[in-house]
């Protein structure tokens, strides 16, 4: 079964910078869609960026052109680096994996459909 797990996650101040790590127990880029969400106090889980199998990526508004997801095929690990970060930004951060049946066109940054997660690892930005 796979198995994730997240770090990384640190307070910093407003407009600072972190890169948040999920181990992968296996090799899974290929067949899984895989992502990075996020959980803020008070609002439903969010998506924040994804790679699809062909190692496409999306990102959720909240992300695009601060954040980045990036992957290391040798070592099972996916990133994302997080800049400019923002008070609205703090909550906890999962990452999260599903395996990409034959069906679907694109993998989503819908959370309902991923069913292997993370145990979350704390982000808190203050100003």
């Known amino acids: 079964q796979v198995q994730l797990a997240e770090s990384g996650g640190d307070s910093v101040l407003d407009g600072g910078s972190l890169r948040l790590s999920c181990n992968i127990s296996?090799?899974?880029?290929?067949?899984?869609?895989v992502g990075w969400f996020r959980q803020v106090p008070g609002k439903e889980r969010e998506g924040v960026a994804g790679?699809?199998?062909?190692?496409?990526?999306t990102y959720g508004d909240s992300a695009k052109g601060r954040f980045t997801i990036s992957r290391d095929h040798d070592n099972n690990v996916l990133y994302l680096q997080m800049n400019n970060l923002k008070p609205e930004d703090t909550g906890m951060y999962y990452c999260?994996?599903?395996?990409?049946?034959?069906?679907?066109?694109?993998?989503?940054?819908?959370?309902?459909?991923?069913?292997?997660w993370g145990q979350g690892t704390q982000v808190t930005v203050s100003s």
């Open positions: 999260a994996a599903s395996f990409k049946l034959r069906w679907q066109p694109k993998c989503t940054l819908e959370p309902a459909v991923y069913n292997r």
């Open positions: 296996e090799y899974i880029f290929t067949s899984y869609c």
């Open positions: 790679f699809d199998t062909d190692g496409s990526t």
